[in-house]
């Protein structure tokens, strides 16, 4: 029984292992490069624009139906995200889309987000200390603060010279979290830790409840206000923009995939038109400009780019699809010989965890294992115990060539030997 333990622990670590390299090693002979889009919504046309970089590396320019423009008409066809190309070629035009629009209202009025794939899993490696700066300084300029604040059962408040906990400041803070009816631990922290800014908003924090709440230090005491939000509403993500320009604190991610700015303005919420964001599958790209609002939700398959006005009012939506790496008779290939690939998840705490992903084509192959495990019968019923033959030909129809390679590599379990 030892020897049959030895057997197929050996078997399951080849398997794992060659779930994870035979399809790496089949990319690699295989796959070719995929070319992905960088599309952007013009003013001048109307319509969304994109540029990609072809085979021999040069990046072309295209609108939404197919015409080829120059990296000069194209500039101009984005007016505010090439202005500063415009402004030194002297051909920023003074209107945009009927509006008169400066090139300071231009550089004042834009905001951009992005959330790649993987984000939420190595955020979870992030130290969690955080520096609360004085919202109402004597000067303009911006000082890092001696401390830094973490959230436990208490917000805590941590000399970073000397590692000493400042208890009276800690008191202080987490009474007036309390008395506003904030529940430790803090599920999230949002803010802009940098003295790179024009002037501090503090922090939005997420408290074990669900509930958001803004965090001031003003004059050396904390301003607490518990910010009203919907029930069920899962805050996942949000950014603290600091932009004395826009209307709003920042952008909101929830779980359920939805995208809201929290105005300015009673901390009222206003829904970002989008498509269904999914922080598991999708990466996330939010850009703003004077007139117009831009998201775009892309996956291994494509991107969808939804426009919008700066009133939240939807404009148009936009799907281009992406070429896959492995393509024509290798993909065909490819979903018939790997039922299953094996992975690692970006990066968590205690690092990396493996991942399965099933096949897209798994009865394409449960067919090839099928006939794996007719080989392997063919090859081994005059030798193996039959027991223990069908069981292996089962692993094999549901692994395939995972099972099969080790399985067959391995002696057979004679008749009389168990």
């Not at 979290?177 to 908003?201: C, E, Q, S």
Request: a neutral charge.
């Amino acid at each position: 029984m030892i020897a049959m333990g030895i057997r197929y622990i050996t078997v399951l670590i080849a398997l794992v292992g060659l779930s994870i390299t035979l399809p790496h090693l089949f990319h690699l002979t295989f796959g070719q490069k995929v070319y992905r889009p960088m599309v952007y919504y013009s003013q001048i046309l109307e319509d969304v624009v994109y540029s990609v970089e072809d085979i021999s590396g040069h990046r072309r320019y295209f609108d939404a139906t197919g015409k080829e423009y120059s990296a000069h008409e194209y500039s101009q066809l984005i007016p505010f995200i090439n202005f500063r190309d415009l402004e030194k070629w002297e051909i920023y035009p003074q209107q945009v889309a009927g509006e008169p629009v400066t090139i300071e209202l231009a550089l004042t009025q834009r905001d951009f987000v992005g959330i790649p794939h993987g984000f939420f899993a190595r955020q979870q490696a992030r130290i969690p200390l955080y520096p609360l700066f004085e919202s109402q300084g004597e000067f303009a300029r911006i000082d890092m603060p001696d401390e830094l604040f973490r959230s436990t059962d208490q917000l805590e408040f941590i000399d970073a010279r000397t590692n000493l906990v400042n208890r009276a400041k800690s008191a202080l803070f987490t009474a007036a979290l309390h008395d506003a009816g904030f529940r430790f631990p803090a599920r999230l922290i949002a803010g802009n830790p940098t003295v790179r800014k024009p002037y501090d908003a503090g922090y939005f924090l997420i408290d074990a409840n669900g509930s958001l709440f803004h965090l001031v230090q003003v004059n050396g005491t904390p301003t607490v206000v518990s910010v009203p939000i919907s029930i069920g509403m899962d805050i996942i993500y949000m950014t603290q923009k600091e932009n004395r320009h826009l209307p709003y604190y920042g952008l909101i991610v929830t779980r359920q995939g939805k995208m809201f700015h929290l105005m300015k303005e009673k901390y009222t919420l206003r829904e970002v038109p989008s498509v269904p964001y999914d922080p598991n599958r999708h990466m996330l790209h939010y850009l703003r400009d004077p007139q117009n609002m831009v998201a775009k939700v892309s996956d291994r398959y494509g991107e969808t780019t939804v426009v919008s006005d700066n009133h939240y009012a939807q404009l148009m939506s936009y799907f281009h699809p992406y070429e896959p790496a492995i393509r024509g008779s290798a993909s065909w290939l490819y979903g018939a010989l790997f039922p299953f690939v094996t992975h690692t998840d970006p990066l968590r705490r205690f690092g990396q965890l493996p991942a399965v992903s099933l096949s897209e084509t798994v009865p394409r192959a449960l067919g090839v294992g099928m006939v794996l495990a007719l080989g392997f019968l063919v090859l081994r019923r005059a030798q193996c115990k039959e027991r223990y033959l069908y069981g292996e030909m089962l692993l094999i129809v549901c692994c395939g060539l995972y099972a099969f390679i080790p399985l067959l590599a391995l002696p057979a379990i004679r008749r009389g030997e168990i």
